[in-house]
């Protein structure tokens, strides 16, 4: 089984996470921000970098849930492969910090990742403001597949 939070900066899908895999003996598959090398540079300069920390985030996390996939096991994640390419990266290029080249380079290549992929079966939606806006972006193939639950 496959379990996702979602949610704000800074909501608690990390504690969120921790606490349910324990709970249930579930493994938590956890954002990587400790390692990723593009993290500082992008927060220096956004624009410059916005691109790679999108591609490198793509990455990590179709990996993630390819690994959950062929794993077996019931495994809980605190971000999803959804929430970059629906939401941050656009947000990123509305806000001038993503070029019109890099940001329609990254959504072909998250449109063939996501061909690859299976989405999580439950999505934790982790903050009511975050709900509304998000489903305005979210694939609604991927709402079909998802039982979304909401924690306010």
């Known amino acids: 089984m ?4 979602a949610g704000n900066i800074g909501a608690g ?4 996470t921790k606490l349910l895999a324990k709970h249930y003996k579930w493994e938590a598959q956890l954002e990587d921000v400790v390692d990723n090398p593009y993290l500082d540079d992008f927060y220096n300069q956004m624009e410059r970098w916005s691109f790679n920390l999108q591609v490198y985030f793509l990455n990590s996390r179709f990996r993630q849930v390819s690994q959950i996939r062929e ?8 971000r999803t492969i ?6 941050f990266a656009p947000n990123l ?5 993503m070029t019109n080249r890099d940001f329609e380079n990254y959504k072909s290549l998250f449109d063939l990742m996501e061909s690859f992929v299976q989405g999580p079966i439950y999505l934790f939606i982790y903050a009511v403001l975050f709900l509304i806006w998000s489903l305005k972006y979210i694939n609604a193939d ?3 597949k998802t039982q979304l639950v909401l924690i306010t």
């Open 93 to 97: 290029h509305a806000m001038g910090l």
């Open 13 to 16: 899908k990390t504690t969120l």
């Open 2 to 5: 496959h379990v996702a939070i």
């Open 71 to 78: 794993s077996g096991k019931d495994i809980i994640q605190d």
């Open 142 to 144: 991927v709402i079909m």
């Open 82 to 87: 959804y929430e970059d390419a629906h939401i």
